[in-house]
């Protein structure tokens, strides 16, 4: 029976990129993990580690050895392996001799297809000791590194120059290279406070024994949680609120191996900047936490934090807030000059910045954006001036120094400088919420004005991009563009606007004067979003047959789009959907099979059910269609199930494809109506059963 004892594996380096540390971590745990369970290795809790300067992964309870197995082999048929005289023929041989053993040695399976030679082989199981450092060594290569370096004179490559590796098994080292560095039992401490080795007895005593004589954190998790915490706490005693963002919170845990807090101050004359402006300036170029009071007001008070235990922690304030204080100052001198130019007036400078080559400058696409916002603002019967006006200045932010400095502001100092140009409220709204959703998740425009926006501003890149060539491949997306659709989508469903994109598309591809391949530009768009149309849908609960069924009709509205698939999703929990959607796969393949043949109108039929079902569907077509025109697709499905027991009948008693051309003509138009009903919704014959 097979023992077990925890493994431990450190790789020490240089400070590691703050940004990617968790990533690598996890990664290295997953890889291991992986590698383990391909080589047959059972094991119990694992655990990653990640500082600054290390990544690390201890698995508990991993077995000392791969299971013993036996391997059956499969030979030639038993009639090919003797001759007439039982002499063994050359593929029996051969087959013994592949096997290692002799021919009397090999025994017959039976099967139903015949008699085969077979042999069943022993095979020892390999020792852990042996498989992890390849497991090890294959886990760092798969690393999602984006660019290795090298160092020194060495050929080795990592993220960073390293310096030791640990390797254990139990409190034995397991010997070997990784990256270069030889295997031990010594691990370093902080840089600082405690940089000589330190000997690792047991791999389960690894976190402790670095905190104990190390001054170092080993888990990333609970670093997190000491720092949040300790935040929260200074903040406190200033009389404020800790402003954490787990951004920043994560990339401040992967710069420090043991956080001390140290609270700072600043002029309070930058509480009159627009909060955004110091939280950036705090949270971007100094990893500061803003400190705000009860009521979300920013206080002239930040939290960093410190890698080292100082004897002196006034000096790392001070220190602190001297270098905060000119990126204040800086911020302060860029609102007020800027405000000294109205948006308006900074449009001529848009023709300066180019967009993208074939599509011309930041005053080509607001131009263009602002004709696609009117078309929309049109469609949707709203007034257009307000979004017309939003458009015009949209961009015009992008030319002030406060953005030029802090690019991620875009927007939102476009709204606050509109306001303070005397803009309608409406307008500087919209010009920041062109960019919402900012991200996965987060919130749509708020504003009809804001709305309109950015869906024009969404399609408008779409579209250029995609006619410039530049349609995203594999992971590559330098334009952001299946953002840019997930964004439109979003936009128009979760604020019930009934918006025709595919005109929109259409509208905005009209729009470019560059040559390009206008047809298959627009299909390959088209597929574009509809993929993510897709993928947004399954997110949200609905089935991929589902989707198919709407998506085989296409509706070009996303938000129609989704009021026909909640209805498919009810309707398939209807006791009659699963006759009818098998009803209707027959409907699809016999008229698919007699293209051509069906009567231009019904003419006499002949047997009672399809007599009743003609009656049936005729009713059916009155009730749907006001339904249809209040797009209360969920209550024309539910009468279009009441069809179910006729056209079950006719199925039963009908012949279709009878030999009478005149009657199978009007038969094939019966089901040409039928099958009309439910594609004026969905196909419901994609619905699985």
Not at 217 to 239: E, L, S, Y
Not at 330 to 359: G, H, V, Y
Not at 423 to 436: D, H, L, R, S
Not at 641 to 658: H, P, S
Request: hydrophobic residues 40%; aromatic residues 8%; charged residues 25%.
């Amino acid at each position: 029976m097979s023992e077990t004892q925890h493994l431990l594996f450190e790789l020490g380096c240089e400070e590691l990129p703050p940004a990617s540390l968790r990533k690598l971590s996890n990664a290295l745990l997953e890889n291991i993990q992986q590698g383990l369970k391909q080589a047959d290795l059972s094991f119990g809790e694992c655990k990653a580690y990640a500082t600054p300067r290390r990544l690390a992964v201890l698995i508990k309870d991993l077995v000392d050895a791969q299971a013993d197995k036996s391997i059956a082999k499969r030979g030639p048929a038993v009639q090919a392996a003797f001759n007439a005289e039982g002499e063994p023929s050359k593929a029996c041989q051969g087959f013994a001799k592949s096997c290692g053993t002799t021919v009397e040695q090999l025994s017959t399976l039976k099967t139903d297809k015949g008699e085969w030679l077979s042999f069943t082989q022993a095979v020892k199981g390999r020792s852990s000791v042996a498989l992890i450092p390849q497991i090890i060594a294959k886990s760092i290569t798969q690393l999602p590194i984006a660019k290795r370096m090298r160092w020194g004179a060495s050929s080795t490559e990592f993220v960073r120059p390293v310096h030791w590796a640990v390797l254990m098994y139990g409190n034995k080292v397991i010997e070997t290279e990784i990256l270069s560095l030889s295997t031990g039992n010594t691990t370093r401490g902080h840089r600082f406070h405690a940089p000589e080795a330190i000997t690792i007895d047991t791999p389960e005593s690894y976190a402790t024994l670095l905190l104990e004589q190390g001054k170092v954190i080993a888990d990333f998790g609970q670093r997190m949680q000491i720092i949040r915490d300790a935040a929260n706490k200074a903040a406190t005693a200033v009389g404020g609120i800790a402003h954490i963002e787990e951004d920043l919170l994560e990339e401040i845990a992967a710069l420090n191996e043991f956080p001390v807090p140290i609270t700072g101050n600043f002029d309070t004359r930058y509480l009159a900047l627009p909060a955004e402006v110091l939280i950036t300036t705090m949270q971007i170029n100094q990893k500061y936490f803003p400190v705000k009071n009860s009521e979300g007001e920013l206080l002239a008070h930040f939290i960093t934090f410190s890698n080292i235990e100082s004897k002196n922690p006034i000096s790392i304030q001070q220190g602190n807030e001297r270098v905060v204080m000119p990126r204040l100052a800086d911020a302060e001198f860029f609102w007020n000059q800027d405000r000294k130019l109205r948006l308006e007036e900074r449009t001529e400078q848009l023709s300066t910045i180019i967009f993208q080559k074939k599509l011309g400058s930041l005053a080509d696409k607001s131009r263009r954006v602002e004709k696609l916002a009117e078309f929309i603002a049109d469609s949707l019967q709203q007034d257009s001036s307000l979004v017309i006006r939003a458009a015009k200045l949209a961009k015009t932010d992008l030319v002030t120094n406060m953005v030029e400095e802090f690019g991620s502001l875009q927007g939102l100092m476009g709204r606050y400088y509109a306001l303070a140009d005397g803009e309608n409220p409406e307008v500087a709204q919209a010009i920041e919420e062109q960019y919402y959703p900012k991200q996965s998740g987060s919130a749509t425009a708020a504003s009809a004005t804001g709305q309109i926006l950015a869906i024009a501003e969404k399609i408008d890149t779409l579209t250029g991009i995609f006619s410039a060539g530049l349609i995203p491949s594999g992971d590559k997306d330098p334009y952001a563009l299946r953002r840019a659709a997930l964004g439109t989508l979003r936009t128009i469903i979760e604020n019930k606007l009934e918006i025709n994109l595919i005109t929109c598309i259409d509208f905005s591809l009209q729009e470019f004067k560059h040559e390009f391949d206008l047809e298959k530009t627009r299909d390959s768009l088209i597929a574009f979003v509809y993929e993510r149309l897709k993928g947004y849908s399954l997110e949200r609960g609905y089935t991929a047959d589902e989707f198919a069924a709407v998506f085989s009709v296409l509706p070009a509205e996303p938000y129609d789009f989704q009021r026909r698939l909640q209805a498919v999703q009810n309707f398939r929990s209807l006791a009659e959907a699963e006759s009818l959607a098998a009803a209707n796969k027959r409907i699809a393949n016999i008229l698919k099979k007699s293209a051509g043949q069906a009567a231009a109108t019904i003419g006499t039929l002949i047997e009672p059910a399809e007599i009743t079902l003609l009656a049936s569907a005729e009713q059916a077509e009155k009730e749907v269609a006001p339904l249809l025109a209040a797009a209360d697709y969920q209550a024309a499905l539910n009468c279009l199930a009441g069809l179910r027991e006729d056209v079950d009948r006719f199925f039963d008693d009908v012949m279709v494809m009878c030999d009478d051309l005149d009657l199978r003509a009007n038969r094939l138009a019966l089901l040409t109506k039928l099958s009309t009903l439910f594609l004026q919704i969905a196909d419901i014959s994609k619905l699985q059963s």
